[in-house]
């Protein structure tokens, strides 16, 4: 006779910690939230099956020494402090459900990072990373310029980030991108910005060959945690909602005017980062009008970069650089600096954090 399915479903699987008291383990896990789900036998229960904060435990006696558990803060609900362990010896310990991000001392460095597609190092999805601050000033800020070479579908999930600003400019190409409440997915091109406020549920869906953008955060490690649950779009449209002290922005190239720079000769294609981030970065684009040099004295934002998009041209601080197009540079705070003999077709995107 041939062995047939079960039509039955699998049970949920659980991880069992060894308890030779079940009554005051129950008291315990239910101050932390969890709830039963089984316990026998009815006449003098030896085992229980408790779920809660997405987890599921068998108590049950025997076993080997127990583990520790992950919740978050707010699952105690008993009296007094929250304790580091159960009646049965399972190690507890909370974590804060959304903590701030750890932003390291900043450490400055004058750098010149060159272009060099060799250079670059594989990450997720077929994309091609390259770290253009060596060091990331102490911790405090990463910047990356990637690559991706064959374009289409992305294997990208739902997720987000704890930063304290991050945001995206693209150099070449384009991709589909889709954020929380912020419509139906749409097209970032070659000039366009995007600011991920903290926290932001978002999704790369597709992009076309050889697309280049610039990421740069704060801090430099942050982590990326997935939401499965979140369908994206979200149906909604709220272009003022407010993520953690911003809002997403989507600054269009196409839409920005030209305008002067000061009286540097150059002008200025603006992003509005600056208003979108209360202030913690900025980022504009300078090219030539009718001057090939321009000065500063100095600055006091903590992260000054330069990426030359298109062009060529000379920088100048205590010694002359031959700049081309994919490199990039640090000033530190405080330090003069000069762009000089710059070509027409010069394209330089400007980033500072906090805004300048």
């Known amino acids: 006779?041939?062995?047939?399915?079960?039509?039955?479903?699998?049970?949920?699987?659980?991880?069992?910690?060894?308890?030779?008291?079940?009554?005051?383990?129950?008291?315990?896990?239910?101050?932390?939230?969890?709830?039963?789900?089984?316990?026998?036998?009815?006449?003098?229960?030896?085992?229980?099956?408790?779920?809660?904060?997405?987890?599921?435990?068998?108590?049950?006696?025997?076993?080997e020494a127990p583990g520790l558990i992950r919740l978050p803060v707010e699952a105690w609900q008993g009296a007094g402090e929250r304790p580091d362990a159960a009646p049965n010896g399972t190690r507890i310990a909370f974590f804060e459900t959304n903590p701030p991000p750890n932003i390291p001392p900043l450490q400055p460095a004058f750098l010149i990072s060159r272009f060099d597609a060799a250079a670059t190092n594989p990450g997720r999805a077929g994309m091609l990373y390259r770290d253009l601050i060596p060091g990331r000033l102490g911790g405090r800020y990463i910047a990356s310029h990637i690559i991706v070479p064959d374009g289409g579908p992305v294997a990208d999930w739902v997720?987000?980030?704890?930063?304290?600003?991050?945001?995206?400019?693209?150099?070449?190409?384009?991709?589909?991108?889709?954020?929380?409440?912020?419509?139906?997915?749409?097209?970032?091109?070659?000039?366009?910005?995007?600011?991920?406020?903290?926290?932001?549920?978002h999704r790369v869906l597709e992009t076309s060959p050889g697309f280049e953008v610039i990421e740069i955060a704060c801090p430099a490690l942050h982590e990326t945690l997935a939401n499965h649950d979140m369908p994206l779009p979200t149906g909604r449209l709220d272009?003022?909602?407010?993520?953690?002290?911003?809002?997403?922005?989507?600054?269009?190239?196409?839409?920005?005017?030209?305008?002067?720079?000061?009286?540097?000769?150059y002008e200025r294609r603006d992003t509005g980062l600056a208003n979108a981030s209360a202030g913690l970065a900025?980022?504009?684009?300078?090219?030539?009008?009718?001057?090939?040099?321009?000065?500063?004295?100095?600055?006091?934002?903590?992260?000054?970069?330069?990426?030359?998009?298109?062009?060529?041209?000379?920088?100048?601080?205590?010694?002359?650089?031959?700049?081309?197009?994919?490199?990039?540079?640090?000033?530190?705070?405080?330090q003069g600096w000069a762009i000089e003999r710059a070509d027409p077709e010069l394209r330089l995107l400007v980033i500072s954090s906090p805004a300048a």
Not at 170 to 185: H, I, K, N
Not at 297 to 326: N, P
């Open 239 to 265: 272009p003022e909602r407010d993520f953690g002290g911003q809002r997403f922005l989507h600054s269009r190239a196409a839409l920005a005017p030209w305008l002067p720079f000061g009286d540097s000769g």
């Open 1 to 63: 006779m041939s062995a047939t399915a079960t039509s039955h479903p699998a049970g949920p699987a659980e991880v069992q910690l060894p308890c030779a008291d079940l009554t005051a383990n129950l008291e315990f896990f239910g101050a932390l939230g969890f709830r039963v789900e089984t316990i026998f036998p009815a006449d003098d229960p030896k085992v229980a099956s408790l779920s809660g904060h997405g987890l599921r435990i068998r108590l049950a006696p025997g076993g």
């Open 282 to 334: 900025d980022a504009y684009v300078l090219r030539p009008a009718i001057a090939r040099n321009f000065a500063v004295a100095g600055h006091h934002s903590e992260l000054l970069l330069g990426f030359v998009i298109e062009g060529a041209a000379t920088l100048a601080t205590e010694e002359r650089y031959e700049l081309g197009g994919g490199d990039a540079f640090v000033i530190p705070p405080g």
């Open 159 to 201: 997720h987000y980030h704890r930063v304290r600003v991050q945001f995206l400019v693209c150099r070449r190409g384009w991709a589909r991108l889709v954020y929380e409440d912020q419509g139906e997915p749409f097209l970032f091109e070659a000039g366009d910005l995007v600011l991920q406020p903290p926290l932001i549920r």
